[in-house]
């Protein structure tokens, strides 16, 4: 029997329902980790035996277009990747604090990568949101950086509306791990699309509403293609990013042989369709996009964030011709 | 989620690869509009028939191979992976004609046409634009005015593709002006050889003869040619724009997938001004990158409708995405080769120049069939919900 379905199940879908609605309901950029742990999401990917869903990493994709498309607190992925490297230490005392959310992890972010010749992460970084625990990543492995080896630090005013930044210098961590059988690399850059995606959307969503309701000369300004034509492109963009996304989520999830391309193209495609759609949402409204009023400013702060957070365009770009 | 090929249908991708391997035409494709391009095209159909392939679209009981969507979606990856032609010339019959009969043609004019496309004995061409009738095909105005048992055509079609060698068209005519656009417009079948057609030829920006100009003039065709009945054609000339949609998305998926590796491949062995290959140019590798990664995305989108055909829903609007991501990322694809080819986009007689003539004669992608600016209306329309625009 052939089995080419590569959309979410009902199933799947029921999985993502629940988080939706909440995050639906608070809106964009208001809904905080401690409340994700409440509904018992922050452990959703780990393994029954670890407290968790054992959700795939298909699933999960899933899970983080929805926390993207609301720009929920950045931690929330911060965490889930930490939950996928405590399981694979066999860490069962974090894997339950990473779940329960007494824990919340932040990121540790580089400027330009990490040093490349040193066994884990080391020096200068940006920490992204309160937490004792941060989670550095780079194409090695990723390595979690206890708040006691960090020094240095000094507080800035931070890009992303739910967290907090700080400038600070790791001095000792453990070395990159992989996290078991699915590279903890290729891991956060899915899950990376997968949020770029979710804005993508919602940045679309916003825009098209808007420009239904919004009068100038006399038509509601989607009437005129100098709005409706760059929708239609944001449309186009979020249809082929996240039909790549679930080919990827599948490919990396049952092992396939080309799986790393397929999450690094998911990458390139959804990076693109969170950015842009962001910046057109922000043009559709005009000046009540450029004012904070509106909220379009989330979506685009959000989107340049995660790309620098999980490499940056360069390297996957080269990466995308590595293989 | 899941993609899982069953054993039969790893096995006919493998019979599928070998029979290409020893049967895909040796020779290259004749540029359009010679006459040694007509005699490839219906070889490589009669080759395909003989094997089975005939029309992989078209059901069994018409001579088709009455192939699932998996397995259609598998041909046209097997036929890109082995840069085998497609249709070429055949495109509007195998594309087009043959689904409208299958769809709503008598049983006579099946018994009789359908045969004759199959074993790759006839061309079909597409009269439905007009010098006034683009984008806006409602507005077309040839009169076909009844005469005893005829239809009498007066009038001109234009971008006729292989008009110069097809032996029938499918036509759109005004059988009854006046009642509304869309309405009292006919679908006919147009013996190419009936007294009073004149048909030139038209260069195209590519420097072939794509297609041409048609002229009518008296022109006297059976009224048993009309087919899905008198007034109801464009109900007909609709009919198959649903069931074509999962077959073109995958051969223009496989074929733009075949076409960045290609390129990539030529990126890597060609030497730049510098000594080093020109892939090495970082500006020129991000391209690349970036259209092998949206390249992955659009097979994606077939993948996707794919999963809803297979799941038995209506394709909702979104599949009107497919194709002018492709169009729109093929241009740019076209544009990189030119730049990996440098001083050699010049010949257009080498063996790069596919390249170059890719580049132009694959605008037509975002024109033909509704150009890249009707189908963002659309798009905008039916999928967004904004109001109409112009």
Known sequence: MSSIDILPSPEQTEIVDGLARVLTANGPGKTGIAEIAELGYLGANLPEEFGGFGLTIADEALLHIELGRTVADLRVLATLLAARLAAADGNTALCSELASGVRPVGFAMPVYGWPQDSAGPCGECYLLGDAGLYIALSPQGGSLVSADNITDRQAVESLDATASATRARVVSADAWSVGGAKHIWLVATIMAAAHAIGIGAAALAMGAEYAKVRVQFDKPIGAFQGIAHPLAECAMRSDAAQNQLYYAAIALRDGFEDAARQVTAAWLVAMDAGLRNATTNIQTHGAMGYSAETGAHLFLKRAVILRQLSGGVRLHERAMLAV | MRIEFSSEERHFRECVRDWLADH???????????????????????????????????????????????????????????????????????????????????????????????????????????????????????????????????????????????????????????????????????????????????????????????????????????????????????????????????????????????????????????????????????????????????????????????????????????????????????????????????????????????????????????????RRNIIAQTMLGLPRSY
């Open chain 2, 24 to 374: 895909k035409p040796k020779e290259k494709r004749p540029v359009n509009g010679s006459p040694a391009v007509r005699d490839f095209d219906l070889g490589w159909q009669k080759a395909k028939f003989e094997a089975g392939f005939g029309a992989v679209t078209w059901p069994k009981d018409y001579g088709g191979a009455g192939l699932s969507p998996v397995k259609q979606l598998i041909w046209f990856e097997e036929l890109a992976r082995a840069d085998a032609p497609d249709v070429g010339s055949l495109s509007p019959a195998i594309n087009h004609a043959g689904p409208t009969i299958i769809a709503v043609g008598t049983e006579g004019q099946k018994a009789f046409h359908l045969p004759q496309i199959l074993k790759g004995e006839v061309i079909w061409c597409q009269g439905f634009s007009e010098p006034g009738t683009g984008s806006d095909l409602g507005s077309l105005r040839m009169r076909a005015d009844i005469d005893g048992d005829d239809l009498v055509l007066n009038g001109q079609k234009i971008w006729t593709s292989y008009g110069q060698f097809a032996t029938y068209q499918e036509t759109l005519v005004r059988t009854e002006p006046g009642i509304g656009k869309h309405k009292g417009i006919t679908w006919l079948i147009v013996d190419m050889k009936t007294p009073g057609i004149d048909i030139r030829p038209l260069t195209t920006i590519a420097n072939d003869q794509h297609f041409c100009e048609v002229f009518y003039d008296n022109v006297r065709v059976p009224l048993t040619n009309v087919v899905g009945g008198l007034g109801n054609g464009w109900r007909t000339g609709m009919v198959t724009l649903n069931n074509e949609r999962t077959a073109g998305a995958a051969n223009h998926s496989a074929e733009l997938v075949h076409a960045v590796e290609e390129l990539i491949e030529l990126a890597r062995t060609r030497t730049g001004p510098d000594g080093r290959p020109v892939i090495a140019d970082e500006e020129l590798a991000a391209r690349l990158a970036r259209q092998r990664a949206e390249a992955s995305a659009l097979c994606a989108m077939t993948y996707a409708i794919l999963s809803k055909q297979n799941r038995g829903e209506q394709s909702g609007p979104e599949v009107a995405l497919p194709y002018l991501y492709f169009g729109e990322l093929l241009q740019r694809i076209r544009l990189t080769g030119m730049d990996v080819l440098g001083g050699d986009i010049v010949a257009l007689d080498s063996v790069l120049e596919k390249w170059t003539r890719g580049y132009l004669a694959d605008r037509l992608y975002v024109i033909a069939g509704g150009s890249a600016e009707v």
